[in-house]
C-alpha cells in the first residue's frame, strides 16, 4: 500500500519571532508532509518567513483561529492532518508518535496532551481552567477528554471532511472533541512536551474572555446535543420557582378560602405552565438532535476509512 498523504496544518497570526523554526522542525520531524500555514491579518513578517522556509501559504480574512481551520480543512486534500499552533510551544518530536498511534489504532483523532517543561510554558490559571472546562466536557459528552483545549492534534480524513467548524476563535478545540464524542469516533491522547514561546512571542489567548466563549459554546453545544438534560434543568427550575410563589397562595387559600395575592398566583402558575413547556421542548428537540447526529454519523461513514499498514 502507498503511503499516507499528510498535510500538517499551521494558523498563524504574528508569529514572525517562531514560525521559521516551526516550519522547520516540522518538515525535520515528518518529511513526507506538506506543510500549510495559512496567516490570519498578520501585521509582521509571518507569511515571508513561513514561505522563505519552504511551506505552502494560504490566507484567511476573518480574524479567528476557528475561521482559519475551517479554511484549511476546506481547502487542502490528504489522508491525515496535523494541526499545530504555530507559536513554538508545541514538540514537533511528537509528531511521529502521534502519526503512528494514530495509523496502528486506526484513530479519527489524536490529541497532544500537554505537559509543561518548566518557567511560564503553562500559567496556573490556564491549567486551572483547561481542567475546569475538560471536566465539564467529560462529564457531560464521555469520559475520553484529558486536555480539551489542546491546539495540537491529529486527524483523519474522515474527520476533517465531517467536522462543521462553526466556532470562530479558540473555541474550535472544544468543537473538535464534542465532534468525536458525540459521533463516537475512535480517539487517543498521547503527552507531549510543552514549552515556552521564543522571545518576541506573545500569546493570542485572553484568559477570561475565550473562557466565556468556550463556557457559552460549551452551554449551546448541550443545548444542541444533549437537549432533554438543558431543558429538563431549566424545566426543574421554573418549576421549583413557581413552587417558591405559589405554595404561600395555596395555603393562604386552604386556610380562608380567598386568593388576596392573585397576581402571585398568575405568576405561579404561569412558571409552573412554562416548566412543562421547557420539558416538552427537550423531548420534541431530543427527536431532532437524534435526526441531526444520524445524519453527521452517516456523512462521516460516507469518507472511506484509511487503508494504510500501520508503521
Known amino acids: 500500500m502507498t503511503a499516507p498523504r499528510l498535510a500538517v496544518l499551521i494558523p498563524c497570526h504574528d508569529e514572525a519571532a517562531s514560525i521559521a523554526g516551526v516550519v522547520a522542525d516540522f518538515r525535520a520531524a515528518l518529511p513526507q508532509a506538506t506543510i500549510h500555514v495559512y496567516d490570519n491579518n498578520s501585521t509582521d513578517e509571518t507569511i515571508s518567513l513561513a514561505a522563505a522556509a519552504g511551506a505552502v501559504v494560504g490566507r484567511e480574512r476573518l480574524q479567528g483561529k476557528g475561521h482559519v481551520v475551517r479554511r484549511m480543512f476546506a481547502d487542502i486534500d490528504a489522508d491525515y492532518y496535523v494541526l499545530v499552533d504555530g507559536d513554538g510551544t508545541y514538540d514537533a518530536a511528537a509528531a ?7 495509523l496502528t489504532d486506526r484513530l479519527d483523532m489524536v490529541t497532544g496532551t500537554r505537559a509543561a517543561s518548566g518557567g511560564a510554558a503553562y500559567r496556573p490559571g490556564h491549567v486551572f481552567g483547561n481542567r475546569v472546562l475538560t471536566g465539564l466536557v467529560s462529564n457531560l459528552f464521555g469520559e475520553r477528554v484529558g486536555d480539551m483545549l489542546s491546539g495540537y492534534r491529529i486527524f483523519s480524513r474522515r474527520f476533517v471532511k465531517s467536522f462543521p467548524a462553526l466556532a470562530g476563535g479558540f473555541e474550535t478545540e472544544t468543537e473538535f472533541t464534542v465532534h468525536a464524542l458525540q459521533l463516537r469516533m475512535p480517539a487517543g491522547e498521547l503527552p507531549t512536551r510543552y514549552r515556552e514561546r521564543p522571545a518576541g512571542s506573545a500569546s493570542k ?23 432533554i438534560p438543558f431543558f429538563s434543568v431549566a424545566g426543574a427550575l421554573l418549576f421549583l420557582l413557581g413552587l417558591f410563589f ?3 397562595v395555596v395555603l393562604e387559600f386552604l ?15 404561569s412558571l409552573v405552565m412554562l416548566s412543562f413547556l421547557s420539558l416538552a421542548c427537550g423531548l420534541i428537540l431530543d427527536s431532532v438532535a437524534r435526526g441531526r447526529r444520524e445524519m453527521k454519523r452517516l456523512a462521516y461513514l460516507a469518507i472511506p476509512a484509511p487503508a494504510f499498514d500501520p508503521p
Open 246 to 248: 405559589g405554595i404561600p
Open 205 to 227: 489567548l485572553r484568559t477570561f474572555r475565550d473562557g466565556i466563549r468556550i463556557l457559552r459554546l460549551i452551554v449551546m453545544l448541550v443545548k444542541d446535543e444533549r437537549p
Open 255 to 269: 386556610r380562608t378560602g380567598l386568593v388576596p395575592r392573585l397576581p402571585t398566583a398568575i405568576v405561579a402558575a
Open 96 to 102: 511521529p508518535a502521534m502519526l503512528a498511534l494514530a
